[in-house]
């Protein structure tokens, strides 16, 4: 059982700066892919950024050059440091991992419980 730890979100003005944190919890993994997913009510689930056990680095087109996702191996956390934020960016904010057991030869994914940014003045 692993369980995906989210914290760093909150209200912010426009062009304001938050950090998003993911920490999984459980032992005897390792992860293949970690990254941020968000939501707003009533709209499809969408990828903001993922990074894999590799480096490779994916964002999504309305992000990129705003926002960047980076990890500490050590801890097995991600980060999502997100600047110049917009009101579009509002939206409940979802860690996902693609987690292996060590114990088998597959992979699960997991989700975290989502933390909200609002963007807002």
């Known amino acids: 059982q692993v369980q995906l730890v989210e914290s760093g979100g909150g209200l912010v003005q426009p062009g304001g700066s938050l950090r998003l944190s993911c920490q999984p919890s459980g032992s005897a993994f390792s992860i293949d892919v970690m990254g941020w997913y968000r939501q707003v009510p009533g709209k499809q689930r969408e990828l903001v950024a993922e990074i894999t056990s590799g480096g490779t680095i994916n964002y999504a087109d309305s992000v990129k050059g705003r926002f960047t996702i980076s990890r500490d191996n050590a801890k097995d956390t991600v980060y999502l440091q997100m600047n110049s934020l917009k009101p579009e960016d509002t939206a409940v904010y979802y860690c996902?991992?693609?987690?292996?057991?060590?114990?088998?030869?597959?992979?699960?994914?997991?989700w975290g419980q989502g933390t909200q940014v609002t963007v807002s003045s």
């Open positions: 996902h991992a693609d987690i292996r057991n060590l114990l088998r030869p597959y992979t699960v994914d997991y």
